[in-house]
T-cell receptor, first 114, second 111 residues
Framework: EPEVTQTPSHQVTQMGQEVILRCVPI?????FYWYRQILGQKVEFLVS????????KSEIFDDQFSVERPDGSNFTLKIRSTKLEDSAMYFC????????????FGPGTRLTVL | RKEVEQDPGPFNVPEGATVAFNCTYS??????FFWYRQDCRKEPKLLMS???SGNEDGRFTAQLNRASQYISLLIRDSKLSDSATYLC????????????FGTGTRLTVIP
């Protein structure tokens, strides 16, 4: 069964450093998303991406964040200058509109900012 | 104001019990409704979509009341493997289908 994959599974970084989280969505999906979940809190929407551009973004997704689909398979989330409060689980998801709007989630990248 | 509100629990029930979770959402223009399941430190996984007519999938029954902006999930004959956090999820009214999650209701099924 096709699945969304994410790398790395765990990323530790120093405050102020740049990180890039990588995702490979399911191959025939056209809509891509990033969500985050701070430990013990709810899953929060960050950004949606379609047709090589951002569709929507939340208040969390400020100028420190960017997304890119550099080739036909990868979908990346970059945080330019990480803060302590960026520590969270980051989930990538992709959607095939024909499957009743079900978003398939990747296993997540745990980001720890020290 | 929270988009999606759930009772966080925890719910501790014996095997074989019936348990019900409730959820309310604030945006009357929300388009789609789901229950996701999340195991500890794992990704959310779709349990079932929720339709106004109500829908059933084995031991799981979901109901939607658009007038009251209320969603429910009923689990019958609970199994140990049902232990997880159950997330009530709605989409935004926009076309991008962004998901809004509740905080989740934690269920522990006890032998």
């Amino acid at each position: 069964e096709p699945e969304v994959t994410q790398t790395p599974s765990h990323q530790v970084t120093q405050m102020g450093q740049e990180v890039i989280l990588r995702c490979v969505p399911i191959s025939n999906h056209l809509y891509f998303y990033w969500y985050r979940q701070i430990l013990g809190q709810k899953v929060e929407f960050l950004v949606s991406f379609y047709n090589n551009e951002i569709s929507e973004k939340s208040e969390i997704f400020d100028d420190q964040f960017s997304v890119e689909r550099p080739d036909g398979s990868n979908f990346t989330l970059k945080i330019r200058s990480t803060k302590l409060e960026d520590s969270a689980m980051y989930f990538c998801a992709s959607l095939d509109r024909s499957s009743y709007n079900e978003q398939f989630f990747g296993p997540g990248t745990r980001l720890t900012v020290l | 104001r929270k988009e999606v509100e759930q009772d966080p629990g925890p719910f501790n029930v014996p095997e074989g019990a019936t348990v019900a979770f409730n959820c309310t959402y604030s945006n009357s223009a929300s388009q789609s409704f789901f229950w996701y399941r999340q195991d500890c430190r794992k990704e959310p996984k779709l349990l079932m979509s929720v339709y106004s007519s109500g829908n059933e999938d084995g031991r799981f029954t979901a109901q939607l009341n658009r007038a009251s902006q209320y969603i429910s999930l009923l689990i019958r004959d609970s199994k140990l493997s049902d232990s997880a956090t159950y997330l009530c999820v709605v989409t935004a009214q926009t076309g991008a289908n962004n998901l809004f999650f509740g905080t989740g209701t934690r269920l522990t099924v006890i032998p």
